[in-house]
């Protein structure tokens, strides 16, 4: 089983200063093992990264409201995820893994539980695209519910399934600008099928999150703000941002600060701050 690395908790202080209600819309919570286990079919085993690291890091970083995403390493048992959304005192929401098995009455406790989306691994690393079949009677059985469908791409992925894309009676979220290599420039493909869609739906989203994921450069990563501006310019009522922490898989482990400090170069405009970190999240996560 593959052991990876523990986030930096040594947090920089950023530079630059998150408006109130800032919401980190891409964060993860490991165990702590000993009270959420992680599951037997994981792709890796985290160190524990738990609540009370997560909310202090939000308060380092000025972060007022964030979006707990479930991680596969815990399969579809989001326990640890609802527990910390349950000590949050209604700052937190959270993304869901599921599966067909889970019942109607399993989904409106999530729901009351803070849940507002589910989640689906493409990536080739975690085991690669689900089955279709799978993702489409578990949309069916959430349809009614004020969620959305959150994809998780390799940048290949964009054009293999734009269909998927498309067919989803949700608002679809694409995690980290689609996981495009900045390497690979603006207008490679990928990138460049995003941003049309983007253009193009009002139900497709994008989280400005994994800077540290498609850098080249590496630290502090600010050759990832030009993909992140692109977004904005196609959708600036549909873009938000996260962390990613505790940044499992990475390359390179970032510092939560330099992550924060990349935000005032890829959006430089205040009021579009304002929009991708505080009001375009409230709407979508209902805070």
Known sequence: MKLIAAPDLDTRIPEYRLP??????????????????????RRYTPPDASKRQLSALHNKLGVGRAVIVQ?????TDNSAMLDAI?????????????????SDNHF???????????????VKHLGGPPSLEKLDAIVSRVKHLPWHV??????KDILEFEGIIDSIPLPVVIDHMGRV?????????????????????DALWVKLSGSERISAAGPPFLDAAPFGAACVAAAPNRCIWGTDWPHPNVRIMPNDGDLVDVIPTMIPDPALQRKVLVDNPARLFGF
């Open 20 to 41: 109130d209600n800032a919401c980190d819309t891409h964060c993860h919570v490991f165990g702590p093992a000993e009270d959420f286990p992680y599951a037997a079919t």
């Open 71 to 75: 991680a596969s390493c815990h399969g």
């Open 86 to 102: 349950a000590s949050s005192q209604g700052r937190y929401r959270g993304v869901c893994n599921a599966t067909e098995s889970f």
């Open 108 to 122: 409106e406790e999530l729901h009351a539980g803070g849940i507002r989306g589910v989640r689906f691994n493409f």
């Open 150 to 155: 959150e994809l998780h791409f390799d940048a």
């Open 181 to 201: 290599p900045v390497s690979d420039g603006i207008g490679q493909a990928p990138f460049q099928s995003l941003l049309r869609k983007l253009s193009d739906s």
